[in-house]
């Protein structure tokens, strides 16, 4: 009897199937909260913090400045801090872009200043109404952003360069606006004060809660939604006792936050701006394409370029995107001091949005963090500054404390990095 030569071992004798690989995040869920537990635990020891020290740090400044002042807690006092966070804020949502590519922009200052200087003098000065100097301002500073991109990705001129001599440049052109007065005061009652000024419905408070409310329900909805989705597709889904859990989290807060605001003077404009700037970010993020390209690119530029990413666009864009939010926090700056001048964006305010993004959980290393760290990480930064201002701490002390703060966020940074590597998550 002959055998057929073409015939192998292997075709006599199959090799076993392969189990299917099952998704980590499926057996979490499939154990309840119990499971999340213990993923907590795993992440907390392999240096994947989250966004815990910062809410940590926010419970430990207010009970130590609510101790030291017993005003810290007041409503007018919550609600001033949610005013003055927009300007910085804004800034910083900006920084968090530049930062997910792995880079930096010290032109943000002088881009908050230039923009708010070039909007007050057209309006107050040359006449232009006050809705298209703005427009006109704010188109300035993407021209500026797209100038720096340019230099930068298409050049190779290194980005902390090119934005130290747009720092510079930019400066120099925010005190030629301005002119021999070296200030212009905004509008009395116009666009640009009531950035700062304006509480919706007047101080209703009928409008705080339904801020509060639709927050909720928008979030709930999205969750349910995304479970849905997912659960169609055959993907892990979060299970709904999870979803319940999260919606009802954010219920206590956005509710509490709302009863707060009423006990002052209601909902402030410039809070519901920056909420609504950082929640549109964090989705063109976080659920499109071009956010995906944006964390591609700072997690690896060659790897991107193979894929097929237009890396040269996706930095330039980052840089306009990051101009645009100085342009609009430069606006609410020049709002809340009522004029344009010559300091605005300078001194800390570059420092402080840059603190703000890497306080918040962004990292300096490029490809992690999301714009609810230009949110969390400003909280910290102007709590710090209104606790010290409450307490009377002189401003070199108030510097040196912030910079403190930063430096420890950046060292935890580099250590959870590090840890997470050890870990084979890095």
């Known amino acids: 009897m002959t055998t057929d030569p073409t015939t192998t071992a292997t075709e006599e004798a199959p090799a076993p199937a392969v189990a299917p690989a099952i998704d980590p995040r499926l057996l979490v869920r499939e154990a309840g909260f119990a499971g999340y537990l213990s993923e907590f635990k795993r992440k907390m020891k392999s240096g994947d913090l989250g966004s815990v020290p910062v809410v940590l740090g926010l419970i430990l400044i207010a009970a130590i400045f609510q101790g030291l002042t017993g005003d810290f807690l ?7 801090i949610t005013k003055w966070i927009a300007g910085p804020g804004l800034i910083a949502v900006g920084v ?8 930096i922009d010290l032109s943000l200052g002088s ?4 923009s708010a200087a ?31 991109g340019f230099f930068f990705a298409k050049i190779g001129v290194p980005a ?5 001599a747009g720092m510079l440049a930019w400066s120099g052109l925010q005190n030629y606006v301005l002119g021999d007065k070296g200030t212009a005061n905004v509008l009395n009652d116009g666009v640009i004060a009531n950035l700062d ?8 408070v009928i409008y705080a809660w339904l801020f509060a409310i639709l927050g909720i329900v928008l979030f709930g909805a999205g969750q349910v939604l995304d479970h849905r989705r997912r659960t169609a597709a055959g993907l892990t889904a979060r299970p709904m006792s999870e979803i319940a859990l999260r919606t009802g ?43 995906r390209q944006v964390f591609a690119v700072g997690g690896g530029v060659e790897a991107a370029r193979r894929a097929g990413i237009n890396v040269a666009w996706v930095r330039i864009s980052v840089y306009m995107i990051a101009a645009g939010m100085a342009a609009l926090g430069g606006l609410f700056i020049a709002s809340q001091q009522g004029s344009a001048d010559k300091m605005l964006g300078g001194g800390n305010a570059l420092m402080n949005s840059i603190a703000a993004a890497v306080i918040g959980g962004t990292s300096l290393f490029g490809g992690r963090g999301k714009t609810w760290s230009a949110l969390l990480g400003i909280l910290v930064i102007q709590s710090i500054i209104t606790g010290l201002d ?37």
């Open 118 to 148: 070039i909007a007050a003098v057209l309006s107050v000065r040359s006449g232009v109404n006050e809705w298209a100097a703005v427009l006109i301002a704010i188109a300035a500073a993407l021209a500026m952003g797209a100038l720096h």
């Open 160 to 164: 902390f360069v090119v934005t130290l």
């Open 249 to 291: 989290v954010l219920a206590v807060i956005a509710l509490a936050a709302a009863y707060t605001l009423n006990q002052d003077r209601g909902l402030p404009l410039p809070l519901v701006i920056f909420l609504a700037v950082v929640v549109i970010t964090d989705f063109v993020l976080r659920r499109t394409g071009y956010g």
């Open 74 to 80: 007041k409503a007018d006092n919550l609600t001033n």
């Open 197 to 204: 000024t304006y509480f919706l419905g007047d101080g209703d």
């Open 96 to 103: 968090v872009f530049v930062l997910l590519l792995g880079e």
């Open 111 to 114: 881009l908050a200043g230039v």
């Open 390 to 426: 409450l307490v009377h701490v002189n401003q070199a002390i108030q510097y040196m404390i912030t910079g403190a703060v930063l430096l420890g966020a950046v060292v935890l940074d580099s250590v959870s990095r590090r840890t997470q590597k050890s870990a084979g998550r890095g």
